[in-house]
């Protein structure tokens, strides 16, 4: 299951890394945007797969920041 970002910001913080368990509602990433910092829960439980952002990055709406399996 792809983790997409639901506005564009920037990654301020990543708390999983590749080959962690997470469970429904752990927070996986922080955004930031428009000076709000805004949690991004895991949807379901799983494995964290890949991540596809690192803090400072900027993403847009959309775009995929954790693969979980």
């Known amino acids: 299951m792809e983790?997409?970002?639901?506005?564009?910001?920037k990654v301020d913080a990543v708390n999983v890394k590749v080959g962690d368990a997470v469970?429904?509602?752990?927070?996986?990433?922080?955004l930031e945007a428009m000076k709000m910092k805004t949690p991004?829960?895991?949807?379901?439980?799983?494995?964290?797969?890949?991540?596809k952002a690192e803090p400072g990055a900027r993403v847009n709406a959309g775009?995929?920041?954790v693969v979980l399996e």
Request: glycine share 10%.
């Open 63 to 65: 775009a995929v920041l």
């Open 23 to 30: 469970k429904q509602g752990d927070v996986l990433l922080v």
């Open 40 to 51: 991004v829960p895991a949807p379901q439980n799983g494995t964290v797969k890949e991540l």
């Open 3 to 9: 983790v997409k970002s639901r506005m564009p910001g």
